[in-house]
T-cell receptor, first 116, second 114 residues
């Protein structure tokens, strides 16, 4: 059973370009969370999605960032017109069910975004 | 507001010595508590979790943690560390009844020396 997969693992973008980060949850998991880790910081929650629905985006910057989790295919975190401050590691996590055991999240290896 | 504090940003320790990594949280409701480990350039791996029941929780790699509700703490311990335990450790909390998103501390870098 494959774990959470993220690609690319490393992404370099110039200022003003778009970044697309992909996350495939564990098999059978329908809940996806995105977190951002800035240098020397812990992970910060960004967005929580279920298939075709954004449940909680309270941690998302209000501009340039968007996320989706379509019925088919991976979840996508999209950053438009990237700036240097977007450089960070972006982690995706998935869980099986909401409820007590659903709080256990399994993390992918992350995508390290560098904006030059 | 819910928050997690890891008091020590770095903990150096010699091999085979005991270690305790401290974690305190603030929340007015029931919580679920987690410790994750992150090896360099990798994702997070769950070490252990507290959902309910016994306050002493045992995890992988010989780690354990104790939930103390009165002190709002969830300290991680290991009686004898190995070189391979060198990594960054994150404490995280999720509120009962929430959407499940985790609130993380800033992490503690454990460095085990021979």
């Amino acid at each position: 059973n494959a774990g959470v997969m993220q690609n690319p693992r490393h992404l370099v973008r110039r200022r003003g370009q778009e970044a697309r980060l992909r996350c495939s949850p564990m098999k059978g998991h329908s809940h996806v969370y995105w977190y951002r880790q800035l240098p020397e910081e812990g992970l910060k929650f960004m967005v929580y999605l279920q298939k075709e629905n954004i449940i909680d985006e309270s941690g998302m910057p209000k501009e340039r960032f968007s996320a989706e989790f379509p019925k088919e295919g991976p979840s996508i975190l999209r950053i438009q017109q990237v700036v240097r401050g977007d450089s960070a590691a972006y982690f995706c996590a998935s869980s099986l069910l909401l409820g007590r055991t659903g709080h256990e999240q399994y993390f992918g290896p992350g995508t390290r975004l560098t904006v030059t | 507001a819910q928050s997690v504090t890891q008091l020590d940003s770095q903990v150096p320790v010699f091999e085979e010595a005991p270690v305790e990594l401290r974690c305190n949280y603030s929340s007015s409701v029931s919580v679920y508590l987690f410790w994750y480990v992150q090896y360099p350039n990798q994702g997070l791996q769950l070490l252990l979790k507290y959902l309910s029941g016994s306050t002493l929780v045992k995890g992988i790699n010989g780690f354990e943690a104790e939930f103390n509700k009165s002190q709002t703490s969830f300290h991680l311990r290991k009686p004898s560390v190995h070189i391979s335990d060198t990594a960054e450790y994150f404490c995280a909390v999720s509120e009962g009844g929430s959407q499940g998103n985790l609130i993380f501390g800033k992490g503690t870098k454990l460095s085990v020396k021979p």
